[in-house]
């Protein structure tokens, strides 16, 4: 998996948003195979959706939808949670990190929030 992976499905998924159909790129299985459990998405479940044109794009919006919500999610909780930690709310910080990470499902997005969790108690260097 490199983060050229990322960026090729965060562009079809794009270009389907916008009404392109998906190209015919014969590494296009496997990519979405070695992309789909990285958005916490098994690998037999991208086998099957590799089955048809119409589930291969729904695998390719599923993927990008995954990836799109969780970089806001994780956007939101490192601002707020910054936010409460600064005014003194360690509670409250890590009260939002432990909400956002319940609702995800993108294990490099889990692994950013639980390395914040980590470390919400220790005091600023500033």
């Known amino acids: 998996m490199t983060s050229d992976d990322w960026r090729k499905v965060i562009d079809l998924g794009l270009a389907l948003a916008n009404g392109a159909d998906l190209p015919q790129d014969p590494e296009m299985p496997e990519l979405l195979r070695r992309m789909a459990p990285e958005v916490g998405l098994s ?60 609702a995800e499902v993108v294990p490099l997005y889990r692994a950013q929030l639980q390395a914040y969790l980590d470390h919400v108690d220790e005091p600023d260097d500033t």
């Not at 994780?74 to 409250?92: E, I, Q, T, W, Y």
């Open 43 to 102: 690998r037999a479940d991208a086998n099957a959706a590799l089955a048809s044109a119409a589930d291969t794009a729904s695998l390719v919006r599923e993927i990008h939808r995954r990836t799109r919500e969780g970089t806001y999610r994780l956007g939101r909780a490192f601002g707020a949670s910054d936010s409460l930690k600064m005014s003194g709310d360690r509670a409250g910080a890590r009260k939002v990190l432990e909400d956002a990470m319940a």
